[in-house]
């Protein structure tokens, strides 16, 4: 979460939606600072905020799910940066890394399993991530497809004249593949059950060339309770004051917020 009291504005970095790139150049460029931890949602700003702050310009990236799936699984694959194997990242040691996706990891890892094997095993239920609790707090959010476009027009908004182009960051290789290379015909009535009610509600689709997906009806309906119980669960949940590892873009970021107070 970046905050800029200059230009007036909340960005709320969403997980795999290119966070650190735009954290790394709102931070560079326009005075932003980090506020409460990389991922923090809005109700969490809500709590702590100012009534100046409450009226600031909110904005965050939404990303289709199909690509976030795919890049968890490459950097489950490659335990990208040692990610999956450090205890620092741990949930249970302040960090990020749950013990579920752990499991994952190890399961790609013993079983050299490809994509379509680890998606039909973990991917059973409707989809459903972080952008349920934060687009509808948004004043404007920028499509993943349209990422630089509407990042410009973002700042923009915000009262930025002549934005800077983004540069990009923590980007995996395989992103630049098709979805049809990873979503095979054979798994493909199952992306019926788990994206449709996300991508409806967002307005994505699937790829053309899979004509008229059906989404199934019970799908809709778990969609929905999912979307209700994540908004109670996370209202309650508590959460680490524990700073990014130093090496990060945020924890540096957050370090050198502290040294300018001393």
Not at 105 to 119: C, L
Not at 192 to 204: A, C, D, E, S, T
Request: with cysteine; net charge positive; proline share 4%.
């Amino acid at each position: 979460m970046i905050i800029s009291h200059k230009y007036k504005f909340l960005f709320i970095g969403l997980p795999f939606s290119a966070s650190s790139a735009i954290t790394k150049e709102l931070h560079e460029k326009y005075e932003g600072k980090p506020f409460l931890r990389k991922h923090s949602l809005y109700h969490e700003f809500l709590k702590v905020a100012t009534k100046e702050e409450k009226d600031f310009f909110v904005f965050a990236v939404l990303r289709n799910p199909m690509e976030i799936v795919i890049t968890m699984y490459e950097k489950m694959r490659t335990n990208a940066k040692g990610n999956y194997t450090n205890p620092e990242l741990f949930k249970e040691n302040g960090g990020h890394i749950t013990k579920k996706q752990r499991r994952i990891y190890q399961y790609i890892k013993d079983n050299n399993a490809s994509f379509q094997e680890y998606f039909l095993k973990f991917y059973n239920q409707p989809y459903n991530n972080l952008s349920s609790l934060t687009l509808n707090h948004c004043d404007f959010i920028i499509r993943y497809e349209k990422l630089n476009e509407d990042y410009e027009s973002a700042l923009i908004k915000i009262g930025i004249q002549n934005p800077d182009p983004l540069q990009t960051a923590n980007r995996t290789d395989s992103k630049k593949k098709s979805l049809n290379e990873y979503y095979t015909e054979d798994i493909q009535s199952r992306c019926n059950l788990v994206f449709g009610p996300f991508l409806k509600k967002y307005n994505l689709s699937f790829p053309e060339n899979w004509g008229n997906s059906k989404i199934p009806i019970y799908a809709s309906i778990l969609f929905n309770i999912s979307t209700y119980f994540r908004k109670l669960k996370w209202r309650f949940q508590k959460h680490t004051k524990r700073k990014s590892i130093k090496s990060s873009i945020y924890g540096k970021m957050q370090r050198e917020k502290e040294n300018d107070r001393i």
